[in-house]
């Protein structure tokens, strides 16, 4: 029932409802596991600069879940997110930082 909420919700451009909608279907939370919607719904709610959001848009394009792998576009929205200041967008640059020294 919720999820129907949301759905009409986040088509008027609610930004928490396309999250929530990314969430269900990523947890198959009333409805059945499908990435290419759980990316769809995050995707748009990156869209608005939703640092969180972004980040975990990045990790699918990173690694082609529920959309074709793109480690340019993903690399571009974990930047992204770390310069609005996402702490976990942060520590993962620094981490690769260090990894590659």
């Not at 748009?44 to 792998?69: C, H, K, P, R």
């Not at 981490?95 to 020294?101: G, S």
Request: avoid cysteine; hydrophobic fraction near 40%; aromatic fraction near 14%.
């Amino acid at each position: 029932m919720a999820h129907r909420w949301w759905q009409e919700a986040a088509f008027q451009g609610h930004v928490q409802s396309m999250k929530n909608l990314g969430a269900d279907f990523w947890n198959s939370d009333g409805v059945e596991k499908d990435d290419r919607e759980e990316v769809f719904w995050y995707g748009l709610a990156a869209q608005s600069g939703d640092a969180q959001v972004m980040f975990y848009t990045s990790w699918f394009t990173l690694n082609g879940i529920g959309t074709e792998m793109n480690r340019r576009e993903g690399m571009a929205l974990i930047h992204k997110a770390a310069w609005t200041g996402y702490a976990p967008a942060n520590d993962f640059l620094n981490e690769l930082k260090e990894r590659n020294k």
